[in-house]
């Protein structure tokens, strides 16, 4: 059984997580490195959001980029994401084995690296 069964209890997941980590100050002074947009495409279920992060601040949709080309795009399902937001996934093994894809820079993705840090470590205490 997944552990989302709908785009909604995804989508609720993922935004609580990234409204809790925006108040800890090691997420803020990434925030505040950051100037770009990501796409995530999940699949089961089907959900695309968009982070946009800028000037410091972040905002996260339910949607994709209508008025802008997403920097990084990453698609995977609802059950990877889970792994991938609560550390219990070797990211770069994802990634070999196309569980995570990704389309954009490389360089843009690594810049990502610390909120995405913030973020698991954090999610790691609140489970």
Not at 2 to 22: G, H, N, P, R
Not at 64 to 82: I, K, N, Q, R
């Amino acid at each position: 059984m997944a552990i989302f069964e709908t785009s909604d209890q995804l989508y609720s997941y993922i935004s609580e997580l990234f409204e809790e980590i925006a108040t800890l100050p090691e997420a803020q002074q990434a925030l505040k490195s950051l100037n770009l947009s990501v796409q995530f495409n999940y699949s089961l279920p089907d959900c695309v959001m968009t982070l946009t992060a800028a000037n410091g601040g972040y905002t996260i949709s339910r949607d994709a980029c209508s008025d802008v080309t997403p920097d990084v795009e990453l698609t995977m399902t609802g059950d990877v994401a889970y792994k991938f937001w609560t550390g219990e996934l070797n990211v770069m093994g994802a990634i070999t084995t196309r569980e995570i894809g990704i389309a954009g820079s490389l360089g843009k993705i690594m810049r990502l690296t610390p909120l995405i840090k913030a973020a698991i470590h954090h999610n790691k205490e609140r489970i």
